[in-house]
């Protein structure tokens, strides 16, 4: 099995995707405008405390302000103040707590406006993302996340991931972590330290601890609503925590973006940096890797199956529900039963991935189609368990219910990705009618005519939809080749089926648009215009 990371770079952010056997597993748009990332660590200010929630309304800077419960104060909260008021007033110049007089903890039942007070400054970690009217989840339960580690301010203990089985394994990692973490920081070992040297885990500890005392340093100068650590990038923190032996392929499309990359790779996996390669190929990144019509295909209501059944996948505001059909699949097998788990378990490894590809959190109910007997619905779930065992949310999957239902929980932390697979017409804006597009051609033509002669470009290169690109590129002698012969340079004709039959851009030779006087396709000859179904 191979798995394999593509990031491609545009003006808005990053495109993420994670491949697995060159099908798409993951995909993230890490915006470059976007704040308020998980993992962030902001100095807040406690606008209102409200009792019957038991909860604090925290300022950090979004429109909505933060939601902070008691539950996520963490135990330690009364210290995590203490060192906040210190450093702000800078009585304290170091993040490094040996030698700090702790606090005593809080109560696990409490009340909030025994903890906090309204106008107060507090650090506060994000947890969830700002979705749909709320604001961010926030939590001042602060944790540094590492490759190999998780370092907890103001905790002593070392936790072990759930995943280390291995009795022997977890007692010496016990024993090394015990051994050299420092005063009052605690730790929690991931599943990726397994057969790891003392000499790579204490060196992602120090990488931890030194993270959280420049965050220290930072909140000596910071102003309320001010972020005073940031989490790494989309691209990076999905290679820290996902990156292992399996992982044969990372690939780019900037040389920014490689050398960035390699550099990271070679911080947290030196063996690895040879895997990181810079795409070269004149058509965009994606185009060329078939993710583009993967990526339309899979985020539609509709969903099909290998074997002819489809899903439909519906998403409310409480929950999203997913129906299992069987499609042509129906006449295929011997009985309504050998159907049924037919298209069940292709439906069971496809919603497992579609959860992860979408990032569909909350409650999701599936209706599988109905089987009768008990050890096949026993068997689906054993599946839906398998396939999503490699899942980095947390999630609880029940098993199906006498009325054919599977009720999943997965973690959201935060906005459900949704691709818009369904456009409006490029031509119509929607109306249903369009001018004669048959002389799209000659716009086109026209356009070339114009920048070639009277702006006398050279190198220009023409981005236009599959079906355009063939009409001009086929034959012996081509539209292309005539263009060349009738004004003496090449003209680069670039596929992009993200573009509408009759959209199209003209680049310049540093790969600038060139901007079009006039690209509307001229109006027809007759006085009523043609007639499309859009």
């Given at each position: 099995m191979s798995n394999e990371i593509v990031i491609s770079s545009t003006q808005k952010g990053d495109r993420i995707a994670l491949l697995q056997d060159k099908r798409l597993l993951e995909y993230h748009l890490d915006e470059s405008e976007s704040s308020f990332t998980v993992g962030d660590l902001y100095l807040g200010t406690v606008k209102k405390l409200s009792s019957g929630l038991n909860a604090a309304f925290v300022d950090v800077g979004h429109e909505k302000d933060g939601f902070l419960h008691y539950q996520d104060l963490g135990q330690h909260i009364n210290s995590l103040n203490?060192?906040?008021?210190?450093?702000?007033?800078?009585?304290?110049?170091?993040?490094?707590?040996?030698?700090?007089?702790?606090?005593?903890?809080?109560?696990?039942?409490?009340?909030?406006?025994?903890?906090?007070?309204?106008?107060?400054?507090?650090?506060?970690q994000v947890v969830k993302e700002p979705i749909s009217t709320k604001g961010p989840r926030l939590s001042c339960d602060i944790s540094i996340a590492g490759r190999y580690l998780v370092l907890v301010p103001f905790s002593n203990g070392v936790n072990l991931s759930k995943k280390i089985t291995d009795r022997g394994e977890r007692n010496r990692l016990l024993r090394l972590m015990s051994s050299i973490k420092p005063q009052n920081f605690g730790v929690i070992v991931r599943t990726v330290a397994q057969g790891k040297e003392v000499e790579e885990l204490d060196s992602d500890l120090q990488n931890s601890i030194d993270k959280w005392d420049r965050a220290m340093q930072t909140l000596r100068d910071a102003k309320p609503r001010d972020r005073v650590l940031s989490e790494m990038n989309r691209a990076s923190s999905i290679l820290r925590d996902m990156l292992n032996e399996s992982f044969d392929s990372i690939t780019v499309d900037t040389q920014e973006s490689f050398n960035q990359t390699r550099e990271f790779i070679h911080t947290i996996a030196p063996e690895k940096e040879k895997i990181v390669k810079l795409f070269t190929g004149k058509t965009k990144m994606f185009e060329a890797l078939g993710l583009e019509k993967q990526i339309k295909s899979l985020f539609g209501r509709s969903v099909s199956l290998p074997g002819g059944g489809y899903l439909i996948i519906e998403h409310t505001e409480a929950l999203h529900v997913i129906d299992v059909n069987s499609g042509n699949k129906s006449n295929s097998e011997e009985d309504q039963e050998a159907t049924a788990i037919s298209v069940n378990r292709e439906a069971a490894r496809e919603i497992a991935r579609q959860l992860r590809l979408r990032d569909m959190g909350g409650i999701i109910v599936i209706d599988f189609i109905d089987m009768k007997k008990?050890?096949?619905?026993?068997?689906?779930?054993?599946?839906?368990?398998?396939?999503?065992?490699?899942?980095?949310?947390?999630?609880?999957?029940?098993?199906?219910?006498?009325?054919?239902?599977?009720q999943i929980t997965r973690q959201r932390v935060r906005p459900e990705m949704n691709i818009v697979t369904r456009e409006v017409c490029p031509t119509c804006g929607g109306t249903g009618t369009i001018q004669a597009s048959v002389l799209i051609t000659d716009v086109i033509e026209g356009n070339l005519d114009y920048i070639l002669t009277k702006q006398n470009e050279r190198g220009i290169q023409i981005v236009l939809h599959p079906f355009l690109h063939a009409y001009f590129t086929k034959g012996l002698l081509s539209k292309q080749r005539q263009w060349f012969l009738k004004y003496k340079t090449w003209v680069t004709l670039v596929k992009d089926s993200s573009l509408g039959i009759t959209e199209f851009k003209f680049q310049n030779k540093s790969g600038d648009e060139i901007e079009l006087a006039g690209t509307a396709v001229p109006a027809p000859m007759t006085s009523a215009p043609a007639q499309v179904d859009a």
């Open positions: 203490k060192l906040t008021k210190d450093v702000i007033a800078k009585r304290v110049n170091t993040g490094r707590l040996s030698g700090f007089d702790m606090e005593p903890d809080i109560e696990k039942i409490g009340k909030i406006d025994k903890v906090l007070t309204k106008g107060q400054p507090i650090l506060v008990a050890d096949n619905k026993k068997m689906i779930f054993d599946i839906m368990r398998e396939e999503m065992k490699g899942d980095r949310s947390k999630f609880t999957i029940l098993p199906l219910t006498k009325f054919g239902l599977m």
